[in-house]
């Protein structure tokens, strides 16, 4: 009789001390597939084949992720101003699409450590006169809406006082309007202002300048409060850094040079 | 779960910005009725005359803007008269597009109007003396427009909400460019959307009662 009670008690212990929530974390691993954001009209970071599969730094780290965990890599695309709300409302896990680790958008996602480093170029069309990046005062510009550069770019016009900012929805969209004479100028990364150029997509379209930004730190974004994700992205970033992976995949989608050193010296984290 | 925290203080900051954007929309919205109504009047002269040509420019207008996407149309006003090296600002491209819209829509408001107009009208204004276009303008064409105003009012409401597609022809300005500026910069996506829905509501809500409050007083007889 009184063991039988205090059977009972221990298992309704044990039931009220369950965790009423499992975090991201195990719910990834217990439902089999990691849903990425990816923005696909962002080469080298994220495009599409001939036959129109999704390829990309961004893609291989997706999938790297996804087999770290023991699951399997859904891609979901996105535009640049869609990463973030489809986080929030819940269509995909993390985001592996180039985000910018800025103060602002730190307020409403979790950013992991830094995965790769952006510089800026400025793209011109070819008829135009421009020696530095300075040249851009005064002249139509446009960018990307809701990315690093075009909220840089919007607030460079706005202390000119001159020239006129149009932000497009996407990166395809920027780059037609350049090369059709419809904006003089534009910010991109300098990996995708070279892809775009050599490619012979857009005609008429010329790199002038370096950006004069900090090198662009992008990172992997998830919910604010999922810590047990985020730290498990810092340690993956970090291994793939430590076996080369990093390095590799530098090499096979961006070429030559080296690949971006992803600390800040004098801050520890 | 409910993953979002609202936080009202800082849409509502933003609320000046939004009536500024709003005046925009009105300004794009009243501009490409007026200039709609005036090409829709045009077409169904053209329609009316017995040169078959200008019959074959009137069906092609109202073909293509009733059976392709606004969307689209503003798309290619922007982009693919860019490609003949017709360059036109976001503003241009939008307030054109839509007018392209409700020219065609409006045309055939006017000829299910005409339809309720009796023939006996034009015969007895013709009949004392008037030429075919006297007798379109002082007789025909004001009971057309009497007919069609509540339908009218219908397509302005619409052109405000079309504005909205200027976002992808880089269109800030206007109120859901404005917004979706600030949503970008804030992820505040409910509040200012909310906000937003709020203040097209009371826009197309005063147009339609004052355009009641016209029809009640124009047209009593």
Known sequence: MKSALFTAGILAATAIAMPAQADKLDDIIASGTLRCA??????????????????????????????????????????????????????????????????????????????????????????????????MKGKTVGATAGTYEAIWLEGKVKEWGEGQFRPYQNQADVFLALSQGQLDAT???????EANVKSGNFGGIKIVDKAPMVPDYVALITLREEYGL??????????????????????????EGEPADLTIPGVYR | MFNYTFRWNQALNSLPQML???????????????????????????????????????????????????????????????????????????LIGIAFNNAGYLTENFRGALKA???????????????????????IMPQMLRISFLPMTNQMVWAILMTSLGAVVAMNTDLYGVTSELNARTFRTFELFAIAAVIFYLITKVITLSARLLAARLFRY
């Open chain 2, 20 to 94: 500024e954007g709003a005046l925009v929309t009105m300004e794009i919205a009243i501009l490409s009725m007026v200039i709609g109504i005036s090409i829709a009047i045009l077409l169904t002269l053209f329609r009316l005359s017995r040169n078959p040509l200008l019959v074959g420019i009137a069906a092609t207008w109202v073909e293509i803007a009733r059976n392709t996407p606004a969307l689209f149309q503003i798309y290619m006003v922007h982009f693919g008269l860019a490609g003949f090296g017709i360059h036109l600002s976001p503003y241009l491209s939008l």
């Open chain 1, 187 to 193: 910010v991109a990364t300098v990996e995708v202002s």
């Open chain 2, 117 to 139: 107009i009796p023939d006996t009208q034009t015969r007895a204004a013709r009949s004392l003396g008037m030429t075919p276009l006297q007798a379109f303008r002082n007789v």
């Open chain 1, 38 to 135: 990816v923005v696909l009209d962002f080469p080298p970071m994220g495009s599409r084949d001939e036959s129109n599969n999704p390829i990309g730094f961004d893609v291989d780290y997706c999938n790297d992720l996804a087999a770290a965990l023991g699951v399997s890599a859904e891609i979901v695309e996105t535009t640049f101003p869609e990463r973030i709300p489809s986080l929030m409302s819940g269509r995909v896990d993390v985001a592996v699409a180039s985000t910018s680790d800025t103060l602002e958008r730190a307020k409403t996602v979790g950013f992991s450590i830094p995965y790769y480093a952006f510089e800026n170029a400025v793209v011109a069309r070819e008829g135009i006169e421009m020696a530095s990046w300075e040249d």
């Open chain 1, 230 to 255: 985020i730290n498990y992205m810092n340690l993956f970033i970090n291994q793939q850094v430590r076996t080369g992976r990093y390095a590799e995949l530098y090499k096979k989608w961006v070429g």
